[in-house]
């Protein structure tokens, strides 16, 4: 995990990167987004995202994604394989 020093958040309130509230209300939507915006940029989001997905449920923003969208992408095996292996 030594690819986490590098990434942005760490330069950032690291409440951002987990919205507390209902999933659709209008602080957590706006929350969500700036911290995919952060990630975005992160030089290390192929692989954060890739080790978010691997590892299995995970609170908060990781590889610009939300655990909902993790969800979606662990159903997709061959997706996440080729993610994996483009991260490493
Ligand atoms: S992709 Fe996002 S959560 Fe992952 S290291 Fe970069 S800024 Fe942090």
Same mark, same amino acid.
């Given at each position: 995990m030594n690819w986490r020093v590098r990434g942005l958040c760490l330069r950032e309130?690291?409440?951002l990167f987990f919205p507390v509230g209902s999933i659709n209300s209008g602080p957590v939507t706006i929350q969500t987004e700036d911290a995919k915006a952060v990630c975005r940029r992160c030089p290390v989001m192929q692989r954060c995202l890739a080790?978010? /997905?691997e590892m299995g449920p995970v609170e908060g923003i990781w590889g610009g994604t939300t655990e909902r969208e993790r969800r979606a992408l662990r159903r997709r095996p061959v997706r /996440?394989?080729?993610?994996a292996e483009n991260a490493a």
């Amino acid at each position: 995990m030594n690819w986490r020093v590098r990434g942005l958040c760490l330069r950032e309130d690291p409440e951002l990167f987990f919205p507390v509230g209902s999933i659709n209300s209008g602080p957590v939507t706006i929350q969500t987004e700036d911290a995919k915006a952060v990630c975005r940029r992160c030089p290390v989001m192929q692989r954060c995202l890739a080790w978010a /997905v691997e590892m299995g449920p995970v609170e908060g923003i990781w590889g610009g994604t939300t655990e909902r969208e993790r969800r979606a992408l662990r159903r997709r095996p061959v997706r /996440v394989r080729c993610t994996a292996e483009n991260a490493a």
